[in-house]
């Protein structure tokens, strides 16, 4: 399998290029956001050198679906869901970057009330009136 690796506005982005078994080549996007992690579904951990060797992984592993990356660690969680299916087990966590193809990852997750708006709109909860 060939990759080629892109990485952009510092860690935002990750695309990997994967080759087909028909020879041709399908880009994949994950998207970042800072301190955050999903806290249940892990595949596996493993060691990984970067954010973007560690999403290279996720992208060769069928059952991946996002991944954790602890950068001080060089520690790599493979997920086999996301925070789409699991909204209620992302944890602020500093030093860890959650990665997924959602391109409203990043937006979704910039900070702490961000992450309330979000909770409150999957679960269906309305703040009621005057709060």
């Known amino acids: 399998m060939s990759l080629g690796l892109l990485m952009l506005t510092c860690c935002t982005l990750v695309s990997t290029t994967l080759q087909t078994p028909c020879g041709g080549l399908r880009s994949?996007?994950?998207?970042a956001a800072n301190n955050w992690a999903l806290e249940v579904s892990t595949l596996r951990r493993q060691t990984a050198r970067s954010a973007v060797s560690c999403v290279s992984v996720c992208h060769s592993e069928p059952a991946c679906r996002s991944v954790n990356y602890h950068v001080d660690e060089y520690m790599c969680e493979l997920?086999?869901?996301t925070?789409?299916?699991y909204p209620e087990a992302m944890?602020?966590?500093d030093g860890t970057v959650?990665?997924?193809g959602a391109a409203q990852t990043p937006a979704l997750f910039k900070d702490a009330g961000r992450r309330?708006?979000?909770?409150?709109?999957q679960s269906g909860v309305v703040d009621p009136p005057g709060k």
């Open 98 to 100: 959650y990665y997924d």
């Open 79 to 81: 997920n086999h869901s």
């Open 116 to 121: 309330t708006q979000y909770l409150t709109k």
């Open 91 to 93: 944890i602020t966590n």
């Open 28 to 31: 994949i996007k994950f998207y």
């Open 83 to 85: 925070h789409a299916e």
